[in-house]
Nanobody, 124 residues
Framework: QVQLVESGGGLMQAGGSLRLSCAAS????????MGWLRQAPGKERELVAS????????YYADSAKGRFTISRDNAKNMVYLQMNSLKPEDTAVYYC?????????????????WGQGTQVTVSS
């Protein structure tokens, strides 16, 4: 069982930056594909960014490209989402998610473990 705990959300003005953090339990963190997803009121949950356990280039949604950066520290069991140039449309609950060990994902599907979510609100 993997537990994920997000932190770092809050209220920010448009153009500002926030850094979300996700702490994961478990001894095989490096084998998880990790993702950040978000859900705004009345909208479907969408994948914002992800990093595969096998390495390679991270995935970013078009809305996140050039503004958000996902990173992970396998030694600390942590994954981060640096969000710059925030826009009001970035307002959502942000979730950290993990697959099973060596799991694969297709878009927002395939994640087994979820954090409780952290609210990000961007004012105009």
């Amino acid at each position: 069982q993997v537990q994920l705990v997000e932190s770092g959300g809050g209220l920010m003005q448009a153009g500002g930056s926030l850094r979300l953090s996700c702490a994961a339990s478990g001894r095989t963190f490096s084998s998880y594909t990790m993702g950040w997803l978000r859900q705004a009121p009345g909208k479907e949950r969408e994948l914002v960014a992800s990093m595969r356990w096998s390495g390679g280039s991270p995935y970013y949604a078009d809305s996140a490209k050039g503004r958000f950066t996902i990173s992970r520290d396998n030694a600390k069991n942590m994954v981060y989402l640096q969000m710059n140039s925030l826009k009001p449309e970035d307002t959502a609950v942000y979730y950290c998610a993990a697959t099973d060990p060596y799991g694969t994902t297709v878009g927002r599907h395939g994640y087994t473990y979820w954090g409780q979510g952290t609210q990000v609100t961007v004012s105009s």
